[in-house]
């Protein structure tokens, strides 16, 4: 069994797998390290990933992108309809509040909700690291967002269960970034810890976290983050840059039109990574709409101008975390970065200005997080060994716990746990009820989480409370943040105070020599006791066990469709090769192991299987491909096998010849 970890990027998606010998980042069907977060659908099938760039601009209707981002949300989500809508390109539905996409696929009008896309995707990385590894792929860590609240947390999940993938744990991608570099450094202090501060610029999102590492274990103490910062907004800014241009030069509109716009944005991004290492750069596309080549330019002076505001942002999260960390900048041993964006010049310096430090890059900023994914899958994975290191992750927001007071009770509500509670955590709350009761969990301060998320988490049912000799039960409930950062009750049980018969320690010096010894004193003590588990019942923003195992089935039913496409193709190539192979051969060759009239009518054969690939064999089933082969082969086989054995014997005669 294969041991991964996923890095599901916003713009792309790096998997890694531990192997004896260390971690590797495993390459797609094209030999890419990075594969294209997109998903897309055709009149035959999905296209996923590579596939599906391929066809971005030509299929931009049906082609889904930035998946991280719109995960857990809704359709009224202003963070959807007012930020993410801009990038994507695929119409956008609600179905039953869920965020869906409308589709054409298989020459059907199709809606997808967006878990269900994210599993699709999901379900191309498996294939990718069956395919490379060779083994079956299921236990994995998928890195995610900081940010990310408990619906995107558990959409996450679900989206995993649906591609059979089994979630040892949902990391939050600095962590993964944190393990990598704690585990390859041999040198880390025994007791005083080493404070490393993690820089991590994506194509979306941008964030800051400062971690303490001792021997053997990391503890994150403090993260914030602009989760509307990252690559995709420089592109933007110069879309809107160029867009303007074109409009007085040229005279057309490119945000009117859809794949203009999208080519405008590629052609930007390029422009950028240009810029990066040039003090200017060429922007030409040719044909971008109403058949007009555009051109232009861009310094990098000009770039960092108009970067202007977006570049002061980036010291915002820096203060933040330090200021939560309750550190300095002197107490910070080294600032690592990751993340495409870091290699925007301006916005390294920027960073670099701040600390009054050099930056350290001892991790490869593309593949940090998948790297450190994988080390987390095979220290959790029972089927891989590996030097155990500690992970104590923080949460990024205070979840409290809300309930109906009884007469005698105040307090409706507790926070349960605070801004940068240490995870996995249980808590015990108590309570004092005679009948059932519901617990509410939100988050508690509404305005940190992403705008668009209801703060609401979950309820909590705890069932079959009674009286206990006519007074109010003493119930205790165990609340915990598991290690997906996923809030959950795990139990509920009765305590029941009982008087218990405890020994008093009589005082040594009271005893004095050659007396008898007195019976050991006891007194009776109050004990609280276990008395019994309570069902609770759980409702949570996870699909139904039964609508999980509904879109389970659909996405089976996908996989075998895309492969039956694929097969079909491989078929009708097989059938054409044949053909075509043959036929060349007949006359020189074969030409000695068939008879005349026989060849006569094998060509004829052949020829006419030609012609009906092109008409009605153009599109048909596999296996009437695979039984046209079939006919053709009974005539062809026993010259091909005729050729073959002289040709043998030949070999054979020659070797002998050699060898004498
Ligand atoms: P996220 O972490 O936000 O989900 P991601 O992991 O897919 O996204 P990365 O792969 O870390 O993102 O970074 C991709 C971003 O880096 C893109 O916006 C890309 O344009 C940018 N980028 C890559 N190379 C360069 C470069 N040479 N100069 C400037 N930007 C670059
Ligand atoms: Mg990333």
Redesign the pocket.
């Known amino acids: 069994m294969s041991v991964v970890g996923i890095?599901?990027?916003?713009?792309?998606?790096i998997i890694a797998v531990a192997r004896n010998r260390g971690i590797d980042v495993i390459c797609n069907e094209v030999s890419n390290r990075?594969t294209p977060?997109l998903v897309s659908f055709g009149p035959k099938q999905r296209y996923l990933g590579e596939t599906a760039k391929t066809q971005e601009i030509s299929n931009f209707k049906n082609t889904v992108s930035s998946l991280?981002r719109i995960i857990g949300r809704t359709f009224a989500d202003k963070e959807v309809q007012e930020i993410e809508k801009q990038y994507l390109t695929a119409p956008l539905v609600d179905v039953n509040g869920q965020l869906a996409v409308k589709v054409n696929y298989q020459g059907q009008e199709t809606t997808f909700t967006i878990i269900q896309l994210f599993a699709m995707y999901l379900t191309k990385m498996k294939e990718i690291a069956t395919n490379e590894t060779k083994l079956p792929v299921s236990d994995c860590v998928i890195a995610i967002?900081s940010w990310f609240t408990d619906v995107q947390r558990r959409a996450v999940l679900d989206a995993s269960e649906i591609a059979g993938l089994n979630v040892l744990r949902l990391i939050n991608?600095s962590t993964a970034t944190a393990l990598g570099y704690g585990i390859t450094k041999t040198d880390l202090p025994e007791d005083k810890p080493r404070n490393i501060c993690f820089v991590?610029?994506?194509?979306?999102?941008y964030t800051v976290t400062i971690v303490a590492f001792i021997k053997g274990q990391l503890t994150v103490k403090s993260r914030a983050f602009d989760r509307h910062f990252?690559?995709?907004d420089?592109?933007r800014m110069l879309v809107d840059h160029f867009a303007a241009e074109f409009k007085t030069k040229y005279g057309i509109d490119v945000k009117s039109n859809g794949k203009a716009l999208i080519r405008l944005m590629a052609g930007c991004?390029k422009l950028?990574?240009i810029?990066?290492?040039n003090s200017q750069a060429p922007l030409n596309i040719e044909s971008i709409m109403e058949d007009r080549d555009v051109s232009s330019m861009m310094k990098r002076s000009e770039f960092e101008e108009l970067a202007k505001d977006l570049i002061s942002r980036v010291e915002a999260p820096i203060k933040q975390a330090l200021e939560d960390a309750g550190m300095t900048i002197e107490e910070i041993d080294a600032v690592e970065m990751?993340?495409?964006?870091i290699?925007?010049p301006s916005l390294k310096e920027r960073i670099q200005a701040y600390f009054g430090k050099d930056l350290s890059s001892t991790l490869n900023?593309?593949e940090a997080?998948a790297r450190g994914a994988a080390l987390q899958c095979a220290i959790l994975s029972p089927s891989f060994k590996v030097r155990d290191f500690t992970v104590q992750d923080i949460t990024s927001y205070p979840i409290k716990i809300t309930w109906q007071p009884t007469p005698e009770e105040e307090e409706t509500e507790l926070v349960v746990f605070n801004k940068n509670n240490s995870t996995p955590s249980t808590k015990i709350l108590t309570f004092y009820r005679s009948q059932p009761f519901d617990l509410e969990a939100h988050y508690a301060e509404p305005e940190k989480i992403p705008s668009g998320i209801n703060p609401w988490i979950a309820r909590f049912s705890i069932k079959n409370v009674e009286p206990i000799n006519g007074e109010p039960a003493c119930i205790k409930v165990k609340a915990r943040i598991n290690i997906h950062g996923v809030l959950s009750v795990e139990s509920a049980y009765i305590v029941e105070e009982v008087l218990k018969e405890e020994p008093v320690e009589a005082p040594k010096a009271d005893a004095a020599e050659g007396e008898e010894a007195a019976a050991p004193e006891t007194r009776k003590v109050k004990k609280l006791v276990k008395k019994g588990d309570l069902p609770v019942v759980s409702a949570t923003s996870s699909l139904d066990r039964s609508v999980l195992a509904e879109l389970k089935e659909k996405e089976m039913e996908m996989i075998a469709s895309d492969k039956l496409v694929v097969d079909t193709e491989m078929a009708k190539n097989a059938l054409e090769e044949y053909i075509y192979d043959t036929r060349s051969k007949v006359d020189s060759v074969y030409k000695d192991f068939i008879n005349p009239a026989d060849k006569e009518k094998f060509v004829a054969d052949l020829n006419d299987a030609e012609n009906w690939l092109y008409e009605e064999g153009e599109e048909t089933t596999k296996s009437v491909y695979v039984a046209k082969l079939a006919d053709l082969h009974v005539v062809g086989k026993p010259i091909i096998e005729r050729y073959r054995e002289v040709e043998a014997r030949a070999n054979a005669a020659r070797e002998l010849r050699e060898s004498i």
């Open positions: 890095d599901f990027g916003n713009l792309q998606t990075f977060s991280k967002p991608d991590d610029i994506g194509h979306s999102t990252g690559g995709r420089f592109d991004e950028k990574k810029l990066s290492a990751v993340g495409g964006s290699r925007i900023q593309d997080v």
